[in-house]
């Protein structure tokens, strides 16, 4: 089993910037890919980045020069800086982990909310 911890989620107003952090414990050698998910009000859950062991990194659309994914495969931590933040960023975001890009663990979630 893999444990993940977020952490960094708040209030920001639109234009602003947050720095999401997860931490994974337990069998980390299970797992190659972490990445982040969110899910807003009324919507599905939807992939926001995703990176490999070996740095190889997916994005959304939507967040396309505006987020960047990066990891501490040392610390087994993963990092999400969200820059330029709109208000339809607004979500719960999800640190996952798993052996491929289908994530095999959720973290519990946090919320991050941006301001008009």
């Known amino acids: 089993q893999v444990q993940l911890v977020e952490s960094g989620g708040g209030l920001v107003q639109a234009g602003g910037s947050l720095r999401l952090s997860c931490a994974a414990s337990g069998s980390v050698f299970s797992i190659d890919v972490m990445g982040w998910y969110r899910q807003a009000p009324g919507k599905q859950r939807e992939l926001v980045a995703g990176?490999?062991?070996?740095?190889?990194?997916a994005y959304a659309d939507s967040v396309k020069g505006r987020f960047t994914i990066s990891r501490d495969n040392v610390k087994n931590t993963v990092f999400l800086q969200m820059n330029s933040l709109k208000a339809e960023d607004t979500a719960v975001y999800y640190c996952?982990?798993?052996?491929?890009?289908?994530?095999?663990?959720w973290g519990p979630g946090t919320q991050v909310t941006v301001s008009s």
């Open positions: 990176i490999t062991g070996r740095y190889i990194t």
């Open positions: 996952t982990a798993g052996l491929h890009w289908a994530p095999d663990y």
